[in-house]
């Protein structure tokens, strides 16, 4: 899986985390983690079109 892929993936993981949390700031937290994946992943696309 090249990079920009595993950063999706992680990004989707984090996403559905915050879908099943419970708690409002657990869900909150994992939707602030899956948008720092999705930051990461952009980037390495951004690298990787150079």
Known sequence: ???VAR???QAAD???HAEK???P???E????VAGEWI????N????TKK
């Open 7 to 9: 950063l999706r993936q």
């Open 29 to 32: 937290a994992w939707l602030k």
């Open 39 to 42: 930051k990461l992943a952009r």
């Open 1 to 3: 899986m090249d990079d």
């Open 14 to 16: 984090a996403q559905a």
């Open 44 to 47: 390495a696309e951004t690298r």
């Open 21 to 23: 949390a419970i708690n």
């Open 25 to 27: 700031l657990d869900k």
